[in-house]
T-cell receptor, first 111, second 116 residues
Framework: GESVGLHLPTLSVQEGDNSIINCAYSNSASDYFIWYKQESGKGPQFIID?????DKRQGQRVTVLLNKTVKHLSLQIAATQPGDSAVYFC??????????FGKGTKLTVNP | NAGVTQTPKFRILKIGQSMTLQCTQDMNHNYMYWYRQDPGMGLKLIYYSVGAGITDKGEVPNGYNVSRSTTEDFPLRLELAAPSQTSVYFC???????????????FGPGTRLTVT
């Protein structure tokens, strides 16, 4: 069935470094992927999305890479700041109205 | 726009009590969703709706009911609260998938529910 998972549950980086958060998905029919950021006590907030006809998409300080061959998704955050500390979820959608969320990776940015 | 709003923010229920979690969106989104999030976990879909008058089960619907009488509102009903329903509940909405603007879901701030 559909499932999305993350390689690492926690990630700790120094302020100013680049962060890479990874995500594996199992449904080869998934054609839409989203990264969400969730700060403590708040709802998930959209960061960036990508469709399966693309390999890379860039936003402000964030880049999402999609490797359909190995069913892998990653989120790169450039020059990580303390305000980036949060839990990051990837989600996939394929052929239905429903998103399937992974468990999340907790990013901690050390000053 | 206020986006997606949820009430209440917090609630403590006794076992067997019932309550309704309210969700409203003012973005004219057709699609609305209810998720629960247990500590340290991702989101699990409870119910969703693709438009007024239409609802469907998600991954974990047992113990919950929903209705969608208007485009704006999508309340979630717990009839007989159980400790297993202690969780944070998030409502979300999106434009019809495949239309312009993307398919990202907009989330409300959540309702933290404790059943004791």
């Amino acid at each position: 069935g559909e499932s999305v998972g993350l390689h690492l549950p926690t990630l700790s980086v120094q302020e100013g470094d680049n962060s890479i958060i990874n995500c594996a998905y199992s449904n080869s029919a998934s054609d839409y992927f989203i990264w969400y950021k969730q700060e403590s006590g708040k709802g998930p907030q959209f960061i960036i999305d990508i469709r399966s006809n693309m390999d890379k998409r860039q936003g402000q300080r964030v880049t999402v890479l999609l490797n359909k061959t190995v069913k892998h998704l990653s989120l790169q955050i450039a020059a990580t700041q303390p305000g980036d500390s949060a839990v990051y979820f990837c989600a996939e959608q394929g052929g239905s109205e429903k998103l399937v969320f992974g468990k999340g990776t907790k990013l901690t940015v050390n000053p | 726009n206020a986006g997606v709003t949820q009430t209440p923010k917090f609630r403590i229920l006794k076992i067997g009590q019932s309550m309704t979690l309210q969700c409203t969106q003012d973005m004219n989104h057709n699609y609305m969703y209810w998720y629960r999030q247990d500590p340290g976990m991702g989101l699990k879909l409870i119910y969703y709706s693709v438009g007024a008058g239409i609802t469907d089960k998600g991954e974990v619907p047992n113990g919950y009911n929903v209705s969608r009488s208007t485009t704006e509102d999508f309340p979630l009903r717990l009839e007989l609260a159980a400790p297993s329903q202690t969780s944070v509940y998030f409502c979300a909405s999106t434009m019809t998938p495949g239309t312009s603007g993307g398919d990202e879901q907009y989330f409300g701030p959540g309702t933290r529910l404790t059943v004791t």
